[in-house]
Structures are given as structure tokens and as C-alpha cells.
């Protein structure tokens, strides 16, 4: 143990000085900062729709949609494979510690620097806002702001630890953020385009418009939507969502949405949803959070695993 | 002696590729060991055997009495490693690379503080205790590298190549610490290289490895023996005139096995017991000495005869 706080204090030293943490954390920070701010307008009933920001900017939620995966990858995809181009690795090893206190101090100080950034923001919303507003959030808003901070937690390690995997793979630092870019790419743009292309070919339109009304009405009190075609596309939406819930970040933004009680799909299209309760929007996305965390574990073991088996080489 | 090292059939493959060959060898305690051989012998790979960092496919090495095996850990607290190339941070100053080694080694604050302290006044680098590395020169890497590999107060140090790139004054000070360390504070040294003067001027001891196989393992002061063959060596001679009488009655000396002449010296062969009677010979014929060494062979000449040999064979 004495050896993974020892590595994860000097790797946490090392993250909160590089530039590379403090500029994600720096425009992270502004951008939410930003959308608080834009987001007092529309807070209504409710604290929590900070979080949600202004139709036309950056929600909370989506500044962790697209940069989450950047900084989770970005804090992992070097963390092991630059010591062994530094060769720094076999010195670390050669010293009288479990090989395992290296990728554990790895992944906590990691973990650290993304709970910090996290909370941080988050507070930092808060902080912006209360004054703004003049009054702070109920318990229930509160649980649901902690509760957020926590899947987004949750979500941000996923990203972390399948750098950190990226790092023990490959072993040049070229080749796992050339990986770590693609793995966002994917999730974050190919996989949604996927899915509508894929949803559109695999159900086509059934039906079309009737005709329902006279002649010299226009064409908008004309037609209307036939059930056929309103069958179709509610078959489609599911398949589209069905296939984006492959991308953690979908997944991410469907379950953070539901514990604000916003809907929240792409830029400047947030739309006030019904208010559930905690415990309600819990209890619709366990499944969601649980994948979430699985993957986040999974991803972590295998790379455990893998440096476990690492074979330290001249070189290396 | 004690045996710091010993190792049994050690065996390392990768593959189809077998790096390190059933290697049988002992180091003992207090001794400068020059593993010899060109650039993938397996001389780097034998050391992360030894230092636990690499599990063998076959055989077995005991390293100051634990196994590489089944005791690494313990091995890593004994032995420590100076890679080929710098493997300290360059982002931290040489005070924090050595203070977070001592970190690495459980080692309380106060002894880690005076351990740091001490090391670098070793290696001479106290004045510069608090820059970075990266600002460093080579050869004050490697002083910090070798005060690195000292913070554990080690039985053994495996140096990997730690004069390459070096200039020739940096390469003097780094072999004059090594020499320092084994004599003041009688430490196991194990120094890979493939630079044969350095080697013949450090170690005592050298094992020449060739293609993972260990193809020569003797003392220093035994080579030349090894190398003529017995008891028997060979002496350089200059002199004012040298005739085919005269060669012809060098031969004829008791214990003088073979005269040769090159350039303007005569090489004579033989046991040691017949120089005097080689002198005698030579003043007989009218002729002076203008000098008369014992040639040795160099480490370089012992290197190439084995190589050749394993090559050939």
C-alpha cells in the first residue's frame, strides 16, 4: 500500500502540474461557468436546471458529453506506456514494491485529478448561481446535484481507465491516443450517425400523410401523420436508441438528463422534461449506471491484468 | 568468498528467440563482475532476470541469497539496477528523483532525507541537488543514476552500459565512483558492456557472452594465463641488432617455446623461469636491450579469440 500512495501522490503531483490537466480543467470550468450562468434564466421550479444551461449553449452535460472522454482519455493514455519509452518503468519496478501498486497509484491519482475537476466544476456552477438566484437548493435538488456528480464521476473514470488500458497496450504513445481519439470519435459522433443510418435502412417508412383535408387548404391542415408511419418511426427511434446506447456517452447523457429532469439532446435542443424524483430516475436508469460502471471496471481490470504481464525488456 | 550470485541453467526465450542460453555463473561478494559482449548477447536481459524483473523461461539464479523467482521483492531490496539509459524523471530535480527512490523503499523521512543527502555528496552532485534533470548533461544523469541506485544501500549494482554516450572525462569519473563505491563500501558490482578498455581497467572479474551463451568466465589476473595456455607468456623485446643466430639460440632456451619478430620486436614465449637465460643469451650475441616487457594480451585480442572461436564453432 505504501507503494501505490507513493506512486499515485507523485503521478497526482504530476497531473495537477501538467498543462494538459489544467487547460481541460480551465475550459471546463469556464464553459460551465458560462452555462450557469446562462442557465439562471431558465431555472423555473427548479435548482437543478443550472445544469441545463441556456438553449444556446453548452449544458452541463453536454460540455461532459464531448470533453468527459477527452479528459478521462487524455489523464490515462500515456500514464504507463511513456514510462517505458522513458524507461523510467524498469527503475520504478526495480525498486521493492508489488508491481500492482504502480497501476493502482496510476489509476487513483488519475481518479483523484478527475473527482477534483468534477466536484469542482459542479461547486463552481453553484457557487456562481445561489447569489444569482438569491436561494439555494432544496435537499432533494442538493441529492440530485451529488448524485449527478457522482455518475459523472463514474463516467469520467470509464474514460480513464480505458486510457490507462490504451497505455499498457500499446506501447508507443503514438498509437494509444491515435486509439484514445478513435474510441472517442466513435462514441461520441460515429456511433449516433451509425445509428440513425442503421435505423433508417433497417426500418424504412410504412405508410406516409393522409389526406384529410378540402381542397384550397394548405398543406399543413391537409395532411396529417398516419399510424402506420407514426408506428414506423417510434420503431426506428427505439432501434436508433437501442444502438446508441452502445456509447457510454449516450448512456451518460441519457441517465444525467433524467436525474435533472431535463432532456438534453445535442446543442441548444435541452427541453424541460416531466420532475422526477430521485429515486424514480434512479430506478429507470440503474441498468444504464450500472453498465456505466461495469464497463469502468472491466476496462480497469484488463488493464491490470496486462501490465501485470507486462515483460519488462531491454529497452524498456 | 560468498556468492552474491549464482545462477543455474538460466535460461531466457523469447519465442523462437533465445536470449540468454543456460547460463551457469557465480559472482562473488566484492567483486567488480564486466559482462562482456557485443550489442544482443543477452547481457541486459540476464540483468532484468536478475533484478527479478524478468521471469526466466528455464533455470534458476539465486541473487544475494533469495531466489529471482519466488522471492523478487525481496531481490529488488538487495539489488538495485542503472538501465542503459537515463530512467530518472527529467521533470524532477535530482534531490526529488532520489528522495522519491527512498519513498519507493519504504524508507522513513528523516534516513531518507540524510540518505539523499549523503548520496549525492558521494557522487559529487550536491550543488545541484535542486535542478532538474532535464537540464543536466549525460554524465551528470548518470552520477545522479548511480546515487539512484545506491539509495536502497544495495549488496549488488547492476550498471547497464553506464559510460555509453559519455564523454571521455565523464566516462573517467563515472569508472573512478564505481571503483570508489566497491572499494569504500565493498559493493557488488556487475557492469554490462561492450566497451573492452573499461571493462579490462574496472573489473576484476569478466564473462564474455555471445549469442545468449556464456562463452568465457575468468579473473582478470587469470586471463592471460587462460590465453597462452598455462603458466607461460609472452615478453616484448627491442633490441640494438637482432640476428637469425641469435633467434635460433632463443629457441634453443630451456622453457622458451617459440620466438617471433615483428616490425623491430622479437616476442619471445615462453615459461617465466627462463628470462634470465634469455638475457644471458642475448648479451652472448654482442647485442644490448633496449627494452623488455611482458606483453599482455589485451582484453580486446581474449575478446576477439573467444568470439571468433563461438563464431567458427
Not at chain 2, 539489488?79 to 527512498?102: K, V
Not at chain 2, 632463443?250 to 617455446?257: E, H, M, P, Y
Amino acid at each position: 500500500m505504501a507503494g501505490t500512495m507513493t506512486v499515485a501522490s507523485k503521478e497526482l503531483r504530476d497531473q495537477f502540474g501538467s498543462k494538459r490537466f489544467l487547460i481541460l480543467l480551465g475550459l471546463i470550468v469556464v464553459l460551465g461557468s458560462l452555462s450557469a450562468y446562462q442557465g439562471v434564466d431558465y431555472v423555473g421550479s427548479s435548482f437543478v436546471y443550472i445544469f441545463s444551461g441556456a438553449r444556446m449553449s453548452f449544458s452541463f452535460i453536454q460540455i461532459m458529453v464531448f470533453f468527459g472522454p477527452i479528459l478521462g482519455l487524455a489523464l490515462g493514455f500515456d500514464s504507463v506506456n511513456k514510462e517505458r519509452t522513458n524507461g523510467t518503468l524498469s527503475m520504478v519496478l526495480g525498486q521493492p514494491i508489488y508491481r500492482d501498486s504502480v497501476i493502482n497509484g496510476k489509476f487513483i491519482a488519475g481518479a483523484v485529478a478527475l473527482i477534483t475537476l468534477a466536484f469542482s466544476t459542479i461547486a463552481i456552477m453553484c457557487g456562481i448561481t445561489i447569489p444569482m438566484l438569491g436561494f439555494a437548493p432544496t435537499l432533494e435538488e442538493a441529492l440530485k446535484i451529488g448524485a449527478l456528480t457522482m455518475l459523472t464521476t463514474v463516467y469520467l473514470l470509464l474514460w480513464l481507465s480505458l486510457g490507462i488500458l490504451y497505455s499498457v497496450v500499446f506501447k508507443r504513445t503514438s498509437t494509444s491516443i491515435l486509439f484514445s481519439i478513435a474510441t472517442w470519435m466513435t462514441f461520441s459522433i460515429v456511433l449516433s450517425i451509425l445509428a440513425a443510418a442503421l435505423s433508417m435502412a433497417l426500418v424504412p417508412p410504412d405508410g406516409d400523410f393522409i389526406d384529410e383535408g378540402g381542397p384550397g387548404e394548405p398543406d399543413w391542415q391537409r395532411f396529417t401523420i398516419s399510424p402506420e408511419y407514426m408506428e414506423a418511426m417510434q420503431e426506428r427511434q427505439a432501434l436508433q436508441s437501442a444502438i446508441q446506447n452502445l456509447s457510454p456517452t449516450h448512456l451518460y447523457q441519457i441517465t444525467a438528463s433524467s436525474i435533472l429532469g431535463v432532456s438534453s439532446f445535442g446543442f441548444g435542443s435541452q427541453e424541460f422534461a416531466r420532475t422526477a424524483t430521485l429515486p424514480e430516475a434512479l430506478a429507470n436508469n440503474w441498468a444504464n449506471i450500472a453498465v456505466l460502471a461495469v464497463v469502468m471496471v472491466v476496462a480497469f481490470a484488463a488493464s491490470y491484468m496486462a501490465f501485470l504481464r507486462i515483460e519488462i525488456r531491454p529497452g524498456d | 568468498m560468498e556468492n552474491v550470485v549464482e545462477t543455474h541453467q538460466l535460461t531466457k526465450a523469447y519465442g523462437e528467440f533465445v536470449a540468454v542460453n543456460e547460463l551457469d555463473m557465480e559472482i562473488k561478494r566484492g567483486e567488480i563482475f564486466g559482462f562482456l559482449g557485443p550489442n544482443g548477447a543477452g547481457k541486459t536481459t540476464t540483468i532484468l532476470m536478475l533484478m527479478g524483473l524478468s521471469v526466466p523461461t528455464k533455470g534458476t539464479a539465486i541473487v544475494a541469497g533469495h531466489d529471482i523467482v519466488e522471492e523478487s521483492r525481496e531481490v529488488r531490496t538487495v539489488a538495485s539496477i542503472l538501465p542503459e539509459y537515463s530512467s530518472l524523471y527529467g521533470d524532477l530535480t535530482a534531490w526529488e528523483n532520489l528522495d522519491y527512490i527512498g519513498k519507493l523503499n519504504d524508507q522513513p523521512k528523516e534516513e531518507r532525507e540524510d540518505r539523499v543527502a549523503e548520496m549525492l555528496e558521494i557522487v559529487g552532485m550536491s550543488m545541484w541537488a535542486d535542478t532538474k534533470l532535464e537540464s543536466f548533461s549525460r554524465g551528470m544523469k548518470q552520477r545522479v543514476g548511480i546515487a539512484s541506485a545506491l539509495m536502497k544501500n544495495p549488496q549488488i549494482v547492476f550498471l547497464d552500459e553506464p559510460t555509453i554516450g559519455l564523454d571521455p572525462v565523464a566516462t573517467k569519473e563515472v569508472r573512478e565512483l564505481v571503483l570508489k563505491l566497491n572499494r569504500e563500501k565493498e559493493l557488488t558490482v556487475v557492469l554490462a558492456s561492450h566497451l573492452l578498455h573499461e571493462v579490462q581497467v574496472t573489473c576484476n572479474k569478466i564473462g564474455i557472452l555471445n549469442r545468449g551463451k556464456l562463452i568465457l568466465l575468468e579473473s582478470m589476473e587469470n586471463l592471460n594465463r587462460v590465453m597462452s595456455g598455462g603458466e607461460d607468456r609472452r615478453i616484448e623485446l627491442r633490441l640494438t641488432e637482432t640476428t637469425p643466430d641469435l633467434i635460433k639460440d632463443l629457441k634453443a632456451v630451456n622453457g622458451v617455446k617459440s620466438v617471433t619478430q615483428e616490425n623491430n620486436a622479437l616476442y619471445v614465449y615462453g615459461s617465466v623461469d627462463s628470462d634470465l637465460e634469455v638475457s644471458k643469451t642475448i648479451v652472448s650475441h654482442g647485442a644490448y636491450i633496449l627494452m623488455m616487457k611482458p606483453r599482455e594480451y589485451t582484453l580486446e585480442e581474449i575478446f576477439m579469440k573467444y568470439y571468433n572461436q563461438e563464431v567458427a564453432g
